[in-house]
Structures are given as C-alpha cells and as structure tokens.
C-alpha cells in the first residue's frame, strides 16, 4: 500500500520541528507554540509574476510565523525567497507602499527603497526558512526551470508545547475537510512536472 500523504507530511514535520528549531522558535515567542495550518505550494516559472511574487507582507496576526520548508534545490528550480530586515520594513511603509493592494506591489523593491538591503537564500530540499511574514517585507522568486514545492507551516504561540497542543491533531483540518489519510496533501497544490 502507498505511503499515504498523512505519513508523509508527519516525517517531514517530525524532521522539521527537531530540538534546535523548537528551540530558536521558543526563544522568538518566549512560549511554547504549535502549528496552526500547513499550506502545500507549487510555483511554475512565470515571467509576470503576481501577489506572493511581488514585495508584500502576509495579512494576519504579528504574534505568528512561518517555516517554509523548500522541499526542492533552489539551484535546480531558481526558485526562492527574497527578504529585508525589519529596519527596511519599516522604512518601506513609512514611504506609503500598500501591500494590501495586489495591483500596486512592486517586483524591484529598489524602486521605492534605493538601499534596501535584500536577503536573498538560496535553500536545498529539506532546508528551512522561519521568518515572520505579517512583519518583514518579502517575495517570492518564480522558479525559471522547472516547479519549485513548498510547504508552509503557520506558528503561533500556544499554552502547550508542540507534543501536548491540541493543535498536533487540527493543524491538517485546514482547508476545511481535508483528509490526508485519504488523499494527496499536495494535490490540487502539488503536481510533478517534467524537468
Ligand atoms: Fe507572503
């Protein structure tokens, strides 16, 4: 029988969530946390990108984060974060950029700050990325030759450590109904595609 998705998606996270992130992470919110969705993301190459591949910051609560776990080289696809710091995030909002306006984001953040310091990673499969995408201007960069995965795990404070949150057992609820112990995970997000 086939591995199904819930299996998979559990040794990734058993994988990610080891005893130096938990560590980092409960040291950022100085208090345990849990995961509060998982989002499974396919990016193609595009020439004209859009919305997460333009400088934006997410919509939601500041006390969260994200682990995006790069489930692909990102020399192999080109695909992959750019980020600034909080200090040029910042500086990018007093210039009155609106990121909650899809039509205005920009994809050259020079535009609107000349001396924007970008962090530009370049993850293997398996690295992590934490950063806090509701307070840090960021942006994807489309994969130039073949698809780039990812997932997303959202993090929020919680009451309990990962092990004991009640969260462990609803993080997969979301979108509502979904099932991995019956269907792929990353499907309608996630389809293989030839190099
Ligand atoms: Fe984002």
Redesign the pocket.
Known sequence: MPETSFGLVNRIIASVMNEHTTEIIRDYFEAHFSISCAIFSEAFPDADPIT?FRW???YGPSCQT?IMVYLDDAAETGGRTEFVNYDDSKRIDSTGYDPTNLESRIKNIERILKDADVISPQPAAGDILIFN?TEIY?C?IHPSHKSRKVMILIIQPDFLPWAQSPNRVLFLNYPLNRDLSRENAFHPYYKEVDA
């Open positions: 997460s934006h910051k997410d994200h995408a960021h994807g």
